[in-house]
């Protein structure tokens, strides 16, 4: 079975500054997608960003970046130039791939970091 | 634009009753899953489905029971609610293909059983 750690609770920075959140898993296969949710106080479930196992390069979205760590099996996610609308809780999942004979399997979440943007 | 509904925010229930969480999504998807959210713990996959009528046991299964009549709902039933069922409920929907990572959720309904 995979699992996913975040060892991070709560972090609480100041605006503008840049924070990383922690991320390990565990797995024993070698296909799988990565990904960080944000769940702000709507409850909304918003998918951030995404890595393919398979892809050296660290996926990036705008202010939001990772550091993929394949051999380590860490993904941490960077917000640059955090901003108030950065507050929300933050997930990390996993999913194995392929998937056989369209049976889908749900993503495996870790518990969650709380990230607080002072203003 | 794509859409999960819940049916409801904010629910609250007594032990014993038997209760209904509706989910119903407008983009054809094949998967379905309904997920627990607790403070602390994250969210775990209660039961998921891939098509009309099919279903899987996640993680968590006990005390739940699921219903997929129609490609376009996904109902999560508790047939006795207790206390310890007192949680946010998501439910979520996906594609399936070569990379059927991307779920889309709903806003979720927290359930209270008193």
């Known amino acids: 079975a995979q699992t996913v750690t975040q060892s991070q609770p709560e972090m609480s920075v100041q605006e503008a500054e840049t924070v990383t959140l922690s991320c390990t898993y565990d797995?024993?296969?070698?296909?799988?997608?990565l990904f960080w949710y944000k769940q702000p106080p709507s409850r909304q479930m918003i998918l951030v960003i995404r890595?393919?196992?398979?892809?050296?390069q660290n996926a990036t979205e705008n202010r939001f970046s990772v550091n993929f760590q394949k051999a380590a099996k860490s993904f941490s996610l960077k917000i640059s130039d955090s901003q108030l609308g950065d507050t929300a809780m933050y997930f990390c999942?996993?999913?194995?791939?392929?998937?056989?004979?369209?049976?889908?399997?749900?993503?495996?979440f870790g518990k969650g970091t709380h990230l607080i943007i002072q203003p | 634009d794509v859409k999960v509904t819940q049916s409801s925010r904010y629910l609250v229930k007594r032990t014993g009753e038997k209760v209904f969480l509706e989910c119903v999504q407008d983009?054809?998807?094949?998967?379905m899953f309904w997920y627990r959210q607790d403070p602390g713990l994250g969210l775990r996959l209660i039961y998921f489905?891939?098509?009309?009528?099919?279903?899987e046991k996640g993680d968590i299964p006990e005390g739940y029971s699921v219903s997929r009549e129609k490609k376009e709902r996904f109902s999560l039933i508790l047939e006795s609610a207790s206390t310890n069922q007192t949680s946010m409920y998501l439910c979520?929907?996906?594609?399936?293909?070569?990379?059927?990572?991307?779920?889309?959720f709903g806003s979720g309904t927290q359930l209270s059983v008193l």
């Open positions: 979520a929907s996906s594609s399936p293909g070569g990379s059927n990572e991307k779920l889309f």
């Open positions: 797995t024993s296969e070698n296909n799988y997608y």
């Open positions: 890595q393919e196992a398979y892809k050296q």
């Open positions: 999942a996993f999913i194995l791939q392929p998937y056989s004979g369209g049976g889908a399997d749900g993503l495996t």
């Open positions: 983009m054809d998807h094949e998967n």
């Open positions: 489905s891939y098509d009309v009528k099919m279903k």
